[in-house]
């Protein structure tokens, strides 16, 4: 533990808690500060919108649900949170990396196997650093049909006090609810809502 710097030994041969483990307690505090934060946004994305709402943090190359609330049932599903996804796929995980710059977004993904769910899922590390680009200017994400036919989801980043993307917010639906022309009027509604969860987190951007 001490090695790891989980722990710290003192000049009286004694222990401390280290940098590591402080540092670990500080992620989880921050994570159940964002649920408790986000939560009731996540409702209201449901009910405003008619669509599945979720909230997603970055693991690796992959998206986690850590809130997700279905138009049906108007309650959260607890069977879906902690369930993983591929970031590229999905525009959680399109908010999320376009956090980083494209050498880091080569790095997160190194290992990332680039499975087809449809004709239009993104193939590449290079098509998916394109799309990022488009991502970070307009400040939303789209999954188009990406993970699974006839269905589509519209992301959000939400950013901390120094400015860093620490999660995503969503809605999504199936493309006779979603439709073309709700893409803007969604993405402008979620902007919003994000900017107010990233205003709770201390972001003053």
Known sequence: LAS?????????????????LIE???????SLELQTEARPYVAQITSKLGLTSHLGVLDGDQVVYIEKMDVFSN???????????PSYSCSLGKCLLSNYSASEVRKIMSNCTFVKFTDKTISSIDQLISDLELVRSRGWAIDDEESEWNHRCIGAPIYDYRGDIIA???A??????????????????????????????????
């Not at 309650?75 to 996804?85: E, L, N, T």
């Not at 639906?173 to 919003?192: F, H, Q, S």
């Open 4 to 20: 790891r710097g989980y722990i710290n030994k003192t000049e009286k041969g004694t222990y401390r808690l280290g940098l590591k």
């Open 24 to 30: 670990a307690v500080s992620c989880y505090i921050n």
């Open 75 to 85: 309650v959260r599903m607890y069977s879906q949170i902690g369930v993983r996804v």
């Open 168 to 170: 995503a917010i969503s």
């Open 172 to 205: 999504s639906g199936p493309t006779n609810l979603l439709t073309d022309e709700r893409i803007e009027p969604v993405a402008d509604y979620l902007r919003k809502q994000a900017l107010e969860i990233s205003r709770s987190m201390g972001f003053t951007g």
